[in-house]
């Protein structure tokens, strides 16, 4: 029987990448050696991570002002990462408080000196919409926001709303779960950054696009004493060290980054991303579609904000719960438990989930509507 996979992440990666990439681990391209086995200065594997790099670049049409990187420690290190590099002393540091990963962010802040504040925030209803109203400060460090939030199902669909009261703050943004999944312009961002487990391949390396312009004297809106704070801070935590090393402070995470260049190349062979931004687009309306449809469930998130990446959504009779279930593991559903802090379900839709999968699904949602 085929799995339809909607897990959250890790999560569903393309078939033909995973037959690669395994055959990879068993020998990389005819080479008479596993990709595990080799330097990461070989040719071999310097041409592996170029790729990923490029492929990146000409993905999202990013321009050369930016350096692309493959880092370890998760989104959850670029938390603290990327407040530890941004914020000055006695500066004051903005975060819109979207969630659970947002949160996490604040709470790494807080751990440094400047003051952290929050600029908007959806908690008030247990994060289920984007929050438009935004109180403008003046003069911060940077503003950190996330753009989908995977837990809860929402997501922005346009960044006017921030760049209209921040036109001229560093933006900083945590896309781990809608990276490649849609059109946006990252010329407006100082620092992107994504987990690599949601929609890119394997955890264990995490995509991040810096603007690199914001570390050179001439260029940068830091201050001098922040110039020169950043000098000391520890070797892995700061981003000019692996912009200077091109990723290669230290041993990369060869296998996840292969990986990934896998899937930038099966997603720019499939039409790049305003094709797999339609087939998102077209996953998502047929999936909110039944919900809305369907008497037996309604969604948790308010509708304008809702993900394309991550639908949530709430059985309306919890006694159907068990029937549910039962019904997805027959038609082998696969990945739809909510998370424990909205609880119902989570259909996460990532970009090699196919069509087929949304429509298995909603036709068990219709299977439960008859027999109930
Ligand atoms: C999954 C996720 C994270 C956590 O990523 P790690 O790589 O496990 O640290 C952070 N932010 C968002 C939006 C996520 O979806």
């Not at 995509?207 to 704070?229: D, R």
């Not at 037996?296 to 009779?317: C, H, P, V, W």
Request: proline share 3%; aromatic share 10%.
């Amino acid at each position: 029987m085929k799995i339809h996979n909607f897990s959250a992440g890790p999560s569903i990666l393309p078939k033909s990448v995973i037959k690669e990439a395994s055959k990879a681990i068993i020998e990389l391209n005819g080479i008479g050696l596993s990709l595990l086995e080799i330097s990461h200065r070989s040719n071999h594997f310097t041409e592996i991570i170029e790729e990923a790099k490029e492929l990146t670049k000409e993905l999202l049409n990013i321009s050369d002002d930016y350096e692309v990187l493959f880092l370890q420690g998760g989104a959850s290190l670029q938390f603290y990462m990327s407040a530890l590099n941004f914020s000055s002393t006695n500066g004051k540091c903005g975060y819109i408080d979207t969630g659970t990963w947002s949160s996490k962010a604040i709470t790494e802040s807080n751990k440094l000196e400047g003051e952290t504040i929050i600029i908007a925030s959806s908690k008030d209803k247990n994060y289920n919409y984007i929050p438009k109203n935004i109180i403008e400060k003046k003069n911060l460090d940077y503003l950190h926001f996330t753009s989908n939030n995977t837990i809860y199902g929402t997501q922005y669909h346009s960044f006017k709303n921030i760049l209209n009261h921040y036109p001229e703050t560093a933006l900083i943004c945590d896309m781990s779960s809608d990276i490649f999944s849609r059109k946006i312009n990252p010329n407006n961002f100082s620092l992107i950054y994504a987990g690599a487990q949601k929609n890119l391949g394997p955890a264990g390396t995490t995509l991040v696009i810096i603007k690199k312009s914001i570390f050179n004297p001439q260029t940068t809106h830091f201050n001098k004493m922040h110039l020169e704070n950043l000098k000391h801070l520890p070797s892995y935590l700061k981003y000019t060290t692996h912009i200077e090393k091109s990723s290669m402070f230290n041993t990369p995470p060869v296998f996840s980054i292969y990986t990934c260049m896998l899937t930038l190349r099966w997603l720019k062979n499939t039409g790049g991303i305003s094709a797999i931004e339609e087939k998102n687009r077209k996953k998502s309306d047929i999936i909110y579609h039944e919900i809305d449809r369907n008497p037996l469930f309604e969604g948790y998130t308010q509708k304008d904000d809702r993900s394309i990446m991550n639908a949530t959504f709430k059985l309306k009779r919890p006694e159907l719960k068990d029937k549910f279930e039962k019904l997805c593991t027959q038609r082998g559903i696969s990945g739809i438990h909510g998370h424990r802090s909205v609880g119902g379900y989570r259909a996460s839709i990532y970009n090699a989930l196919d069509i087929q999968s949304v429509n298995a699904l909603i036709e068990t949602m219709q299977e439960l509507e008859k027999i109930r």
